[in-house]
């Protein structure tokens, strides 16, 4: 298994066994193991963007923004965690382009037309140029855990979860300003 962005339809299915996925998980088929970490929220835009050169934005500020409109089956309590659908005030937030991939969330950024929220790792492991990541000031973190089918829990998936849970006594990763030069955010020193 790659402990990459797995949609949720692919752990439906059963062609994958467990997923790395954020929180919330509403889903009566799916149970959740603990939280293995939190990721800093980030908003992706293109660096021609008017706002591409602010220190930070805040949830308020999605109200003017256009956000990519993914046609994944990702539940609205997972998609809200990064792209609520108003802003604290009541606005609503806009969606732009359709899209079907993480490479066409990408393009639709970097040409300007809509921006996304991500998890400050998709900074650190998919830099692109033209891109600038922003930390949004007031958003809380996102929170990730392994999940599974209820129905098909194995011996491997308890021992998976396990190790991971084992692993999760490390001490996570700080997280430094974003390096406007290189576009990303990663681990500080």
Not at 47 to 61: G, I, K, N
Not at 82 to 103: E, L
Request: with cysteine; hydrophobic share 40%.
């Amino acid at each position: 298994m790659e402990l990459r962005d797995i949609e949720m339809a692919q752990l439906r299915s059963g062609e994958v066994d467990v997923a790395h996925v954020w929180l919330p998980v509403h889903e009566p088929d799916l149970t959740t193991g603990p939280v293995t970490h939190t990721s800093p929220v980030l908003l992706m835009l293109a660096d021609s963007h008017p706002c591409a050169d602010r220190d930070s934005v805040c949830l308020e500020d999605y109200g003017d923004l256009t956000f990519v409109n993914p046609t994944a089956p990702v539940p609205t309590s997972m998609e809200e965690a990064f792209q609520p659908f108003r802003t604290p005030a009541g606005r609503p937030i806009p969606r732009g382009p359709s899209v079907s991939s993480r490479d066409d969330q990408v393009k639709a950024v970097v040409s300007g037309r809509a921006v996304l929220a991500v998890p400050a790792e998709a900074a650190r492991f998919s830099p692109w140029p033209h891109l600038v990541y922003l930390p949004v000031r007031d958003a809380p973190p996102v929170h990730w855990a392994f999940a599974w089918r209820t129905a098909d829990e194995t011996p491997w998936v308890r021992a998976f979860v396990r190790a991971a849970g084992r692993r999760r006594g490390a001490a996570p990763p700080r997280w430094r300003r974003p390096d406007r030069r290189h576009g990303w955010w990663g681990p500080g020193g």
